[in-house]
């Protein structure tokens, strides 16, 4: 999900909690579908639970991008597709009440990133062309849905 505020995308920081000492990343808040939920009430789900921000489904708009992420976390490996929403929201202050055990153990932060930032900053972020799909989605210059890379 990437959600956008004043020409930001808030992002959130993680770490394996299997493999500590390899690293931290940030990410856009998301998760997987449970059941026959749709897409889009997976996204308010996970949007809720990671950022206590409720938004409001009708505002989703289509899917902007999507990705196959292949990656292990806490020891299991992963093959994940990812639908990337684009939303303007009013900037907020993300909390972290509705965050499970796993995400309690793996999440260490939230933070609101300008395109600028995220070209000059050294941290790892995934997706890895993020500042370019925030660009664009902030000219307004989405067409067909854009395919990211998976790493």
């Given at each position: 999900?990437?959600?956008l505020a004043d020409r930001?995308?808030?992002?959130?920081q993680g770490v394996d909690p299997g493999?500590?000492?390899?690293?931290?990343?940030?990410?856009?808040p998301g998760g997987g579908v449970d059941g026959r939920e749709s897409l889009e009430a997976a996204a308010v789900?996970?949007?809720?639970?990671?950022?206590?921000?409720r938004l409001d489904a009708r505002r989703l708009g289509p899917v902007v991008a999507t990705?196959?992420?292949?990656?292990?976390?806490?020891?299991?490996q992963f093959r994940q597709s990812e639908y990337f929403f684009a939303v303007e929201v009013p900037a907020f202050t993300p909390t972290n009440d509705g965050w499970e055990e796993i995400e309690r153990r793996a999440l260490l932060d939230q933070?609101?990133?300008?395109?600028?930032?995220?070209?000059?900053?050294?941290?790892?972020?995934?997706?890895?062309?993020?500042a370019d799909l925030i660009e664009?989605?902030?000219?307004?210059?989405?067409?067909?849905v854009i395919r990211l890379s998976g790493d």
């Amino acid at each position: 999900m990437l959600l956008l505020a004043d020409r930001s995308v808030l992002l959130i920081q993680g770490v394996d909690p299997g493999r500590p000492g390899e690293g931290r990343w940030w990410l856009t808040p998301g998760g997987g579908v449970d059941g026959r939920e749709s897409l889009e009430a997976a996204a308010v789900r996970e949007v809720l639970e990671e950022t206590g921000f409720r938004l409001d489904a009708r505002r989703l708009g289509p899917v902007v991008a999507t990705r196959v992420a292949h990656f292990e976390f806490d020891r299991r490996q992963f093959r994940q597709s990812e639908y990337f929403f684009a939303v303007e929201v009013p900037a907020f202050t993300p909390t972290n009440d509705g965050w499970e055990e796993i995400e309690r153990r793996a999440l260490l932060d939230q933070r609101w990133w300008t395109v600028d930032e995220l070209r000059a900053t050294s941290e790892t972020v995934y997706p890895i062309e993020l500042a370019d799909l925030i660009e664009t989605v902030l000219d307004l210059e989405v067409g067909e849905v854009i395919r990211l890379s998976g790493d």
